[in-house]
């Protein structure tokens, strides 16, 4: 039989060009749910670092008969300011109960006595290496640039410091007072002491517990979500550096970021589409949307005012 040649078909250009435009279409079509698929982990990781902070003041307080974690203060303001001011922060407290033993360590040895304003404190050359310690657990995975540290946080010019994502919450106490644009009437208190929340600088001298915590935990915010870049007051374990306040609506931004106008910036915001992560004060973990009515969410930023608020 004669030999049988079989000829096999090329694909012509204008195929080849369909082919090619089909799967840029399902690229297209699948790269949003990639996006969306990864975000969604990284809201879930930002959840889990908000609850387990949350765990670990309770654990705090549970060991030290209900006293919730302080903050050092860094200047002679409130009512009754301590001869030595530290400027350590609440989160300092915590480390201990988030496996960091050894950086609470480092910071109890040489970061607990002394003046920051002469260079004591936190501020001392002894704590520099303490101060630039990036944990991750501090860190919504969501905002990349978090994670580096920096030389531009207030009080720290020039010194690399670590920034945190989490912020423990001073209230509604109005930054600034009338430098602020936000129409919250609650008088600022950042600078002194009694603020409407649970983390400020000056809480070291108000003796708050889990006792008064009069509206309720599971009405009462604890921790919230906050953008360095957006806010020059970040520095992790500073006690300037590690609360914000409910005065500005939630998600509120400059377009460019503005993070040095402090009295409009010293608030709550996230990198997640739509909303925030709250952490509450019996230790669950919400998402709160930008849309939350505006009394609402001052509302729950109080300890003991007696407002009649649920949460959505």
Known sequence: MPDVQLRRRAFTLVELLVVIAIIGILVALLLPAVQSAREAARRMQCANNLKQMALAVHNYQTAMQGQMPISSGYGAEGSSPSAQRSGKGWIVCILPYLEQQALYDI?????????????????????????????????????????????????????????????????DGKMGGSASIHPSPTPDCHNTNGCPGLFYRNNYQDNIT????????????????????????????????????????????????????????????????GGAHFALCDGSVRYLSDNINYDLYRGLSSKSRGEIVTLP
């Open 210 to 273: 889990i006792d008064s915590i009069k509206d309720g935990t599971t009405n009462t915010f604890m921790i919230g979500e906050d953008i360095p870049s957006q806010n020059q007051h970040s520095a992790a374990f500073y006690c300037n550096g590690d609360y914000a306040s409910c005065h500005a609506p939630l998600n509120f931004m400059y377009n460019p970021a503005q993070p040095s106008n402090w009295p409009n910036t010293i608030s709550f915001r996230s990198l997640h589409p």
């Open 107 to 171: 910071f109890a040895e040489h970061g607990f006595k002394g003046e920051f304003g002469s260079g004591g404190g936190i501020k001392s050359a002894n704590c520099r290496g303490a101060m630039k310690t990036n944990l991750p657990m501090l860190k919504c995975p969501s905002d990349p640039s978090s994670k580096q540290t920096i030389t531009t946080q207030n009080q720290w010019e020039g010194i690399e410091v670590a920034t945190t994502n989490y912020k423990g919450v001073l209230g």
